[in-house]
Nanobody, 115 residues
């Protein structure tokens, strides 16, 4: 059974930093791609960054220069390093992996940025 577990969310002030982690179980993430999405209140879920184990990574323009995505195949884990956080980064952040024509999601971790 595929399971994604996120951690690392919390409350910070503007300009602060957080590092989110997402660990997958039930699969080997080697050669696969994982992603971080976020959903703010009243808004649709949006893609933040993608990481391909053994391949390229990408960060959306809205967070480019502030967020970095990375992964550790040995730990089956993908990370999202978030710096210079802004109030508009406040959202629930979800880890995602597409497998076998399905989308698997974690439970989400709340990030709150206050001014």
């Amino acid at each position: 059974q595929v399971r994604l577990v996120e951690s690392g969310g919390g409350s910070v002030h503007v300009g602060g930093s957080l590092r989110l982690s997402c660990t997958a179980s039930g699969i080997d993430v080697g050669g696969k791609a994982m992603a971080w999405y976020r959903q703010a209140p009243g808004k649709e879920r949006e893609l933040v960054a993608t990481f391909s184990f053994g391949g390229a990574s990408n960060v959306e323009d809205s967070v480019k220069g502030r967020f970095t995505i990375s992964g550790d195949n040995a730990k089956n884990t993908v990370y999202l390093e978030m710096n210079r956080l802004k109030p508009e980064d406040t959202a629930v952040y979800y880890c995602n992996i597409p497998l076998w024509n399905r989308q698997f999601w974690g439970q989400g971790t709340q990030v709150t940025v206050s001014s």
